[in-house]
């Protein structure tokens, strides 16, 4: 049985899991740019991400799906703007999006997901 490897770990949830070859991201959202655009928050969001996949010992290369939710699906073209700007083109996830009421109003962009190590 292979170990399980907390990042971020708080009383409620981790940042991130890391289980055999994979890592896990909990649903990040932007804490600096709360309240911003919803390219401000995606940039802050996606950052995150390659933070926490690097301490996982991974990259957005190894990306292996990715799940969005907006909270308003109208800003769909303006997370895209952000997103494509930041994906490995060469190593593209599977991808869902899907317009969500998220925790606070501030929030706008949410984003979660799983990579290979």
């Given at each position: 049985m292979?170990?399980?490897?907390?990042?971020?770990a708080g009383p409620r949830m981790s940042q991130?899991?890391?289980?055999?070859n994979a890592v896990y991201t909990a649903g990040q959202?932007?804490?600096k740019t709360k309240g911003g655009s919803v390219a401000n928050q995606t940039r802050?969001?996606?950052a995150q991400i390659d933070?926490?996949?690097?301490?996982?010992?991974?990259a957005k290369a190894n990306i292996l799906s990715a799940t969005i939710y907006l909270a308003d699906i109208a800003t769909f073209a303006e997370m895209n703007g952000v997103w494509d700007e930041w994906?490995?083109?060469a190593n593209p996830p599977a991808r869902a999006t899907?317009?969500?009421k998220l925790v606070?109003?501030?929030?706008?962009?949410?984003i979660a997901v799983i990579a290979a190590l």
């Amino acid at each position: 049985m292979s170990s399980i490897k907390r990042i971020g770990a708080g009383p409620r949830m981790s940042q991130a899991v890391v289980r055999g070859n994979a890592v896990y991201t909990a649903g990040q959202v932007a804490d600096k740019t709360k309240g911003g655009s919803v390219a401000n928050q995606t940039r802050e969001i996606l950052a995150q991400i390659d933070a926490l996949l690097a301490e996982a010992g991974s990259a957005k290369a190894n990306i292996l799906s990715a799940t969005i939710y907006l909270a308003d699906i109208a800003t769909f073209a303006e997370m895209n703007g952000v997103w494509d700007e930041w994906v490995d083109k060469a190593n593209p996830p599977a991808r869902a999006t899907v317009e969500a009421k998220l925790v606070a109003p501030a929030y706008k962009v949410e984003i979660a997901v799983i990579a290979a190590l």
